[in-house]
């Protein structure tokens, strides 16, 4: 017989520290395998559990801080390869950018142009009303 509060102490603990290692910058893959529990199981937690499911995200999003510092913890750091540290580098600013994007994300901009690049042309509309019984006016 299992004692079922026990073991819902059990899994609120694995939630809990599952979204932490995430929030530190671990990744599903090392918090499945650190908890020793699937990612399959996180999953369906996350799916039936909308307040889990909000800490995770925000969680996702501290990542972006986390891995901003890494680039420039691995920019400073002399013993890493150049071209190693480059490639790094590279992938921790994309994964900050996906994480955070309103602060460490790619500014996009929008212009909008008309036919061959010429100034859009803005036509006024006009509007007339017709009284069907009086259609002179």
């Known amino acids: 017989m299992t004692d079922e509060p026990s073991e819902n102490r059990k899994s609120q603990f694995e939630k809990e520290r599952f979204v932490q ?4 910058g671990g990744t599903w893959a090392s918090a499945s395998a650190w908890l ?13 559990d909308d307040d889990l499911a909000k800490q995770y995200a925000h969680a996702r ?3 972006g801080d ?3 510092d890494r ?6 750091d002399p013993t890493i390869d150049p071209a190693v540290a480059r490639v790094r580098i ?3 600013k994309w994964a900050a950018g ?4 309103k602060v460490y994300g790619d500014k996009v901009t929008t212009e909008h142009s008309g036919p061959g690049g ?3 042309q803005i036509q006024l509309v006009e509007r007339v009303i017709v009284d069907p019984a009086n259609p002179n006016g």
């Open 90 to 92: 590279d992938a921790l």
């Open 118 to 120: 010429a100034p859009v």
């Open 98 to 101: 996906k994480r955070k994007p």
């Open 36 to 48: 020793g529990i699937s990612s399959f199981t996180f999953s369906k937690w996350l799916r039936e």
């Open 21 to 24: 290692i995430i929030a530190d």
């Open 61 to 63: 999003e501290a990542q």
């Open 66 to 68: 986390i891995y901003a």
């Open 71 to 76: 680039v420039v913890d691995t920019a400073m």
